[in-house]
């Protein structure tokens, strides 16, 4: 098992790719902390449970805009499990609206989640991974942080600042053996995208793509275990794409 006794927090993880990476992760030997929003997390704790050993899962609650939730999955995952090796900041919200019609509030929101809450978590997190000399922080990025996005700019511009964490944090925090990387989701067939798109949509999508087809959220998974793995202890600052080859 490539993650055997590794703890990793994974933020976003009751549905979706979140959920997808933390059944990989439990599958591969890891001890996960799975959180979300408040009347998800139990559904997810009980689906995972049904298929891996339930003191292998610990599920928090998790506001990513706010730094006392982030501090307190943090202190919950050392109480629980003494030590944090992978983060992976997967939380995240997205919306299509003309630019012209976006608010003050809708643009400082995609911020506080997708952006502010990265940076808040690896603030938190680092100076474990630091004592410990060893550590490994994923982000979860998009196709449109490269590309940009029709009706997507609040969107595409987080992504593009979460891609610039990455890289700068992997500078930082490189000399203390911690690894930061991200991976670029393409289409991805998740609650999110089938709330922000319609079938219209994800027909061009899917005939943008060579592979003709939108992803399943277990596909993206591989990356992130890669990512966590002692098979990319020479891989930092890198945004890996999982798009299919979409062209854009």
């Not at 139990?42 to 501090?71: R, Y």
């Not at 997205?94 to 978590?121: C, H, S, W, Y």
């Not at 061009?204 to 793509?209: D, K, R, W």
């Amino acid at each position: 098992m490539k993650l055997e006794n590794k703890v990793a927090i994974i933020t976003g993880s009751t549905k979706g790719i979140g959920y997808a990476i933390a059944d990989l992760y439990l599958k591969e030997g890891a001890k996960v902390v799975v959180t979300g929003l408040k009347d998800e997390v139990p559904q997810a704790l009980k689906t995972l449970e049904e298929s891996h050993n339930s003191e292998n899962i610990l599920g928090i609650e998790l506001d990513v805009t706010s730094t006392e939730s982030i501090k307190n999955v943090v202190e919950k995952t050392i109480e629980k499990f003494g030590k944090i090796d992978i983060l992976i900041n997967n939380a995240g919200i997205t919306a299509a609206k003309p630019l012209i019609q976006t608010t003050d509030e809708e643009m400082e929101r995609m911020f506080q989640i997708n952006t502010f809450g990265v940076f808040k978590f690896i603030r938190e997190v680092a100076p474990y991974m630091i004592e410990q000399k060893s550590g490994s922080i994923i982000n979860t990025s998009s196709m449109v942080a490269n590309y940009g996005g029709m009706m997507q700019t609040p969107y595409a511009s987080s992504k593009f600042a979460v891609n610039g964490i990455t890289k700068s944090c992997a500078k930082e925090l490189g000399r203390h053996n911690i690894r930061v990387n991200a991976v670029a989701p393409g289409a991805v067939m998740t609650d999110m995208t089938k709330d922000s798109t319609d079938e219209k949509t994800r027909g061009m999508l899917s005939q943008l793509t060579p592979l003709g087809r939108i992803a399943n959220p277990s596909e993206l998974a591989g990356a992130y275990l890669y990512l966590g793995s002692d098979d990319s202890t020479f891989t930092n600052g890198t945004i890996i794409q999982v798009d299919g080859g979409i062209v854009i």
